[in-house]
Nanobody, 122 residues
Framework: VQLVESGGGLVQAGGSLRLSCASS????????MGWYRQAPGKQRELVAT???????NYAESVKGRFTISRDRAENTVTLQMSSLKPEDTAVYYC?????????????????WGQGTQVTVSS
């Protein structure tokens, strides 16, 4: 599975950005997809995830401002970000989980995109 993000950039506080992630390869095996971010000097943190049936999960800091969506036909996941704050500045990474079930075990494979920079100026 390969993931390619797009849509990052520079925006003023209060503005909006839309991030997209295109997946390729064995996309039919993808389970949950999501977005994570990493600010300078900080650990990577979850932003939002979406399951195959559309169940979503958001970090408290972005609830009500960010919306994650998924187009399984196009193999894309999108993060619509509104009311952006300077503290949202980070590199945003697309993430995909592939869960493989066998008789012996269940194994989860994790894939990451290369990241896209989001900078929010005050």
């Amino acid at each position: 599975v390969q993931l390619v993000e797009s849509g990052g950039g520079l925006v003023q506080a209060g503005g909006s950005l839309r991030l997209s992630c295109a997946s390729s390869g064995r996309t039919t095996d993808i389970d949950t997809m999501g977005w994570y971010r990493q600010a300078p000097g900080k650990q990577r943190e979850l932003v939002a995830t979406i399951s195959t049936i559309g169940n979503t999960n958001y970090a408290e800091s972005v609830k009500g401002r960010f919306t994650i969506s998924r187009d399984r036909a196009e193999n894309t996941v999108t993060l619509q970000m509104s009311s952006l704050k300077p503290e949202d500045t980070a590199v945003y990474y697309c993430n995909a989980l592939v869960v493989v079930h066998t008789i012996e075990r269940t194994t989860t494979f994790e894939y990451w995109g290369q990241g896209t920079q989001v900078t929010v100026s005050s």
